[in-house]
């Protein structure tokens, strides 16, 4: 069955409706951990941008100050309708998870010392670890069969899941390493 909410088809670009009732979806069903979604609507059900379109765009807004998905938005609303579509986006995104927030920390507020609670949250959380692994996945997906970038990942890992090193560090170095290295040995 049809999403109603959709009024473009694949392949036109969304209007701004389109791009504020997208990223509500998002942000209504993205808990846990939003990108999955993100990605999901983006890529697999409203097809605004292709997989590898969606990495390069997440790429780029990595290394933006501010949240991620929250630059991806404005990306995406920017690309498609200016700043009125960036404007929605972004509004789209996070209009219901403020309020829901803003509620479920009121209920938290009163009960977070109850073992049922605090269980509730743990699972919560390993939910979510599926849910940022399952996305990492599909963004890696467009890389298959590339062994160069790759590597690359790899090495990105590496150096900031074992070696620890600081994101703020290791995003620019990694960045202009995997620029040089992919831009000498693919071009």
């Known amino acids: ?26 942000g209504v069903r993205g808990f846990g951990g939003v990108l999955p979604w993100a990605r999901r609507t983006i890529v697999e ?33 920017a690309r498609f309708r200016g700043v009125a579509g960036a404007v929605a986006a972004i509004l789209g995104l996070m209009v219901a998870p403020v309020a829901i927030v803003i509620a479920l920390g009121a209920v938290y507020d009163q009960y977070a ?40 990942t790899c090495v990105t890992f590496v150096a900031t899941a074992v070696f620890r090193v600081p994101l703020p560090v290791a995003m620019p170095l990694l960045a202009v390493l995997s620029i040089l290295v992919l831009w000498r040995f693919e071009a």
């Open 45 to 77: 059900e409203r097809k605004w941008l292709t997989a590898t379109e969606f990495g390069e765009v997440l790429g780029l807004c990595q290394f933006l100050p501010g949240g991620n998905i929250m630059n991806v938005a404005i990306a995406v609303g």
């Open 113 to 152: 010392d109850h073992p049922v609670v605090r269980r509730a949250f743990a699972a919560l959380a390993a939910a979510a670890s599926a849910f940022v692994l399952t996305a990492s996945l599909k963004i890696a997906a467009p890389l298959r069969g590339r062994w160069l970038p790759i590597g690359l």
């Open 1 to 26: 069955m049809a999403d109603p909410t959709v009024t473009a088809t694949p392949g036109t670009p969304p209007g701004v409706v389109d791009l504020f009732t997208g990223f509500f979806m998002v």
